[in-house]
């Protein structure tokens, strides 16, 4: 096991009412018992936000946005800033899902200013990277992933660069059931481990690199056994608070 500590995030994607988040944190708070060691985030829909943080303020467990805009404020209907989270006791954001990049064309050159806007507001970023089934089948998983880290994290000083978490999710292993063996998963995630450390080493073994992609309660324990694996970004499993509260307590 390494120095870092485990970094577990469960991310709802466009699921559960504010009745709903209140029930799951009701149950997954409650049931916690001691994960002092570990960060535990959870993310839910913009909505539920507030309510979550409420629910959580007794609680180790921290509450992340999926994605937010880069400008302070301005003309971008729709759209929620840095500082319309941090006021609302949100810690952390989720960016570049891989949904956010292929459903609402979400660019490499977008996150590397959503980057300096995060870091800049005092949030966590959790930036999402990863390859395809056919970039992996053509034998570029390391090329895709070294692109996405060198563009996104461009405008990032080195100061900065350890408080970012990584999550390491293959596309094809994204709500398919199609879990990454630990071995794929373990050396994609120090091929993103070493990229970082071209720019600082020092903040590469710092930075906590998570897998996400199919991770559940029967997977999680050989997976984030691994040496090089931080942690888990969970999207079905995270749903059910049994299920996540076992994630975490594998981790
Ligand atoms: C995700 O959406 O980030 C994710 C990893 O989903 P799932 O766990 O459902 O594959």
Partial sequence: MSERKPYLAANWKMQKTIEETEDFLDRFVGDIGDLSGKDI??????????????????????????????????????????????????????????????????????LALKLVAVLSAGLEPILCIGESEDEREEGQMEEVLRRQIEADLEQVDEQALSRIV?????????????????????????FVRSVVAERDSAAASQMRILYGGSVKPGNAEELLGREEIDGALVGGASLDPADFLAICEAA
């Avoid at 539920?48 to 180790?60: E, F, G, Q, W, Y």
């Avoid at 390491?168 to 995630?189: D, F, N, R």
């Fill in 41 to 110: 985030v959870v993310c839910p829909p913009f909505t539920s936000l507030a309510t979550a943080v409420d629910r959580c303020r007794r609680s180790p467990v921290r509450i992340a946005a999926q994605n937010m805009h880069h400008a302070e404020s301005g003309a971008y209907t729709g759209e929620i800033s840095a500082s319309m989270l941090t006021s609302i006791g949100v810690e952390a954001v989720i960016l570049g899902h891989s949904e956010r990049r292929a459903l609402f064309c979400e660019t490499d050159s977008e």
């Fill in 166 to 190: 990584i999550a390491y999710e293959p596309i094809w292993a994204i709500g398919t059931g199609k879990t990454a063996s630990p071995e794929q998963a373990e050396e994609a995630v120090g």
